[in-house]
């Protein structure tokens, strides 16, 4: 009886031991990023269909080096530092910090996923020249609104020790654009990044020795060169993807200083038109990415392939033979390195797990109540349905008709709200339509439209702003003082009144 009990016991714990492995082993089953036929069936054609996409081979790809996830100490803004700092960064060993084999659990995964979230993507070597400018390069960082939190901190970016005795300023991390810097000092990670990036490119760029030291044709040249391989669209004859040559050889040093906070000059869009910033909540339930739903997301391998393609794989694409940034012949000069799949996995996994703060901000029940209620009279819950307040949909910019078999394929509310089509027509990024956004988090963001040209919602439903006469309270390209911002043309007919409670409504989600 007893030998029984025992081999039952044995079989049942045998059973037990099997299904935990087999969960545990599906729960991390690392999908495979770089699948040829599932990044061409990610991406929504282009408008113009005669466009075909390539990619990097899986041969290719798979040979390219896996980035390695070091431990990362802060950035003071120049003279806030520790004594002794940089001396004693420089006695630092490298610490690996992702590994692998130590996540078990989701929330191991996720606490991962937050490393590569802040892993930088380029290094700047903190060398002794470096060091040297950095008083000058504070200077010009305060006078062009880059701060340091209330410990003298730059907290968008990092030093990151790669080698024993070689400290480096790393930059371009996902959170170098989606993090939020509240005036409190607390950050929000996901949030509408409010650090000018473009502004601290251009700072880094141009004090550097060797563009110093250049001539005003080779700076001219360069910058040419290098903003042809972000935006250039062979494809596409419009005035859109030429707005760089409008740029004055004087105006070199400071091309980028009027960037706001809250949109980016980002690759394979427009230099003369910035996109703003989407925070990255509630990304698991959306079916695509980026503000042209150029991307299905059908599972967590489809975010997992968009982050890899936006840390700079897809400025590599082919479009039509045109490739804006080829890479180098052998893979093992690919210096730039790749995020691995188990990387990818624990980020994805990482951005599933961000939820939005709420407003902090009360409005009373009585003025909420009136907002909600003109928000369904309204007939904003067609695009903006709750939950998520967003309908999941794709609708048609201005001169783009949606194939019949798109209907098919695709979530398309088949009415345009008349934004400049410019991004969704004439960039690598032109699906010819916009995602319909959520509104969840609006609160906490700036830069409205999907070219920023609007400080906040108020704007959005004042109807000056379609006149020519009107002067956008955000983003203004290069040169334009005035300008009609296009789209949304709805909730002009509410009174003041009504449309304080609307927004109040909207803030409150």
Not at 34 to 42: C, P, T, V, Y
Not at 252 to 271: A, M
Not at 433 to 456: E, Q, V
Request: charged fraction near 20%.
């Amino acid at each position: 009886m007893g030998r029984k009990i025992s081999l039952t016991l044995l079989i049942l714990f045998s059973i037990v031991f099997f299904v935990s492995f087999s969960t545990r082993h599906f729960m991390y089953d690392i999908p495979k990023v770089w699948n040829i036929k599932q990044l061409e069936s990610m991406h929504l054609p282009y408008a113009d269909t005669s466009i075909k996409l390539g990619f990097v081979t899986e041969e290719y790809y798979n040979q390219i080096a896996d980035r390695i996830s070091y431990k990362t100490y802060p950035f003071y803004m120049p003279g806030n530092e520790p004594e002794g700092y940089y001396e004693w960064l420089a006695n630092i060993d490298p610490v690996v910090n992702f590994k692998e084999q130590d996540l078990k659990t989701d929330a191991d995964w996720i606490k991962a996923g937050e490393l590569i979230y802040e892993l930088p993507m380029n290094f700047i070597p903190l060398d002794s020249a470096m060091l040297s400018l950095l008083p000058a390069l504070a200077k010009r960082w305060q006078a062009t609104g880059i701060h340091a939190d209330k410990k003298g901190i730059i907290p968008f970016v990092v030093i990151s020790i790669r080698k024993r005795g070689k400290p480096e300023l790393g930059i371009e991390s996902c959170g170098m654009c989606h993090t939020k810097q509240m005036p409190d000092g607390q950050l929000f990670k996901g949030a509408q990044g409010n650090f000018v990036a473009d502004r601290f490119r251009n700072i880094m760029t141009t004090t550097n020795p060797n563009w110093q030291n250049a001539s005003l044709e080779n700076r001219l040249a360069r910058f040419y060169d290098f903003n042809k391989s972000l935006y250039y669209t062979p494809w596409v004859n419009n005035e859109y993807q030429e707005s760089y040559k409008k740029i004055k050889p004087e105006d070199l040093l400071t091309t980028h200083y009027d960037q706001l906070p809250g949109v980016q000059s980002r690759n394979n869009g427009s230099f003369d038109h910035p996109i703003s910033i989407p925070d990255l909540y509630n990304l698991k339930e959306r079916k695509y990415l980026d503000k042209t739903g150029h991307n299905l997301q059908r599972g967590i391998e489809d975010l997992m392939r968009y982050a890899i393609l936006n840390q700079n794989m897809n400025m590599s694409s082919s479009y039509n033979g045109f490739i804006p940034d080829p890479v180098p012949a052998d893979p093992a000069d690919y210096k730039r390195g790749k995020f691995s799949d188990a990387q990818l996995y624990a980020l994805a996994k990482f951005l599933y797990s961000l939820k939005s703060p709420k407003n902090p901000a009360k409005f009373p029940v009585k003025l909420l109540e009136k907002g909600k209620a003109i928000f369904i009279e309204q007939g904003c819950v067609s695009c903006h349905t709750p939950p998520l307040y967003t309908n999941n949909k794709l609708t048609p910019a201005d001169g783009f008709e949606p194939p019949a078999d798109h209907f098919k394929k695709y979530s398309i509310f088949n009415i345009s709200i008349g934004t400049d089509p410019g991004l969704s027509l004439y960039t690598r990024r032109g699906s010819g339509y916009y995602k319909i956004p959520s509104l969840i988090g609006a609160w906490n963001r700036t830069a409205f439209l999907h070219d920023g040209h609007l400080a906040n919602l108020e704007d959005l439903f004042d109807s000056s702003r379609f006149s020519p006469a009107y002067t956008p309270t955000y983003f203004k390209p290069i040169g334009v003082k005035q300008m009609a911002v296009p789209g949304h043309p709805f909730g002009m007919e509410l009174t003041k009144d009504e449309k304080t409670a609307l927004v109040a409504f909207i803030k409150s989600l």
